[in-house]
T-cell receptor, first 112, second 111 residues
Framework: NAGVTQTPKFQVLKTGQSMTLQCAQD?????MYWYRQDPGMGLRLIYY???????DKGEVPNGYNVSRLNKREFSLRLESAAPSQTSVYFCASTPGQKNIQYFGAGTRLSVL | DAKTTQPTSMDCAEGRAANLPCNHSTISGNEYVYWYRQIHSQGPQYIIHGLKNNETNEMASLIITEDRKSSTLILPHATLRDTAVYYC????????????FGGGTRVLVKP
């Protein structure tokens, strides 16, 4: 039982490049989330998906798009990466009513 | 959501109990208190949650005051591996809920 799996673990991009961060959970959870964490800061919600087929903006959605591909997978896309998007990205999932979120190990992204 | 206030940092001696306070004076009747922690470079980890009764699990105990305006997370025998940032979050239970991770308390367990 892997829990929440994020790929890749590390990535370096040049300004203007695009990429997709992948997240998959094997716990049959309904809700999934994408956060970013800048050095020395708390987590900020980018997008979330309350259930399969729905997505909503969080606190800092600009520059990102998401896809809830199916119940297991929730991807985050950077269409044109900017240095301000250098951060650690965490994916999380939760089964439903309770606010117990399970987090992945994170993707460390640097945009040069 | 009710706002929470936590100390910025605290130190604790290894083997001793660590008591982490959280103020949530504007909490409403249906909001739960959740505690998470984040060990350096890792994703946050759920610890415990409660509504009004005290709760205990294998990781910690949660003490909520009778008026529910504050709570304390207790790590009974702190180890060096408990060094982390601890987040207190107040939220209703609902599907697809967003959690707000504020600044938290940076706990350093010293040998």
């Amino acid at each position: 039982n892997a829990g929440v799996t994020q790929t890749p673990k590390f990535q370096v991009l040049k300004t203007g490049q695009s990429m997709t961060l992948q997240c998959a959970q094997d716990m049959n959870h309904n809700s999934m989330y994408w956060y970013r964490q800048d050095p020395g800061m708390g987590l900020r919600l980018i997008y979330y998906s309350a259930s399969e087929g729905t997505t909503d903006k969080g606190e800092v959605p600009n520059g990102y798009n998401v896809s809830r591909l199916n119940k297991r997978e929730f991807s985050l896309r950077l269409e044109s990466a900017a240095p301000s998007q250098t951060s650690v990205y965490f994916c999380a999932s939760t089964p439903g009513q309770k606010n117990i979120q399970y987090f992945g190990a994170g993707t460390r992204l640097s945009v040069l | 959501d009710a706002k929470t206030t936590q100390p910025t940092s605290m130190d604790c001696a290894e083997g001793r109990a660590a008591n982490l306070p959280c103020n949530h004076s504007t909490i409403s009747g249906n909001e739960y208190v959740y505690w998470y922690r984040q060990i350096h470079s890792q994703g946050p980890q759920y610890i415990i949650h409660g509504l009004k009764n005290n709760e205990t699990n294998e990781m910690a105990s949660l003490i909520i005051t009778e008026d529910r305006k504050s709570s304390t997370l207790i790590l009974p025998h702190a180890t060096l591996r408990d060094t982390a940032v601890y987040y207190c979050i107040v939220r209703v239970e609902a599907a697809g809920n967003k959690l707000t991770f504020g600044g938290g308390t940076r706990v350093l367990v010293k040998p």
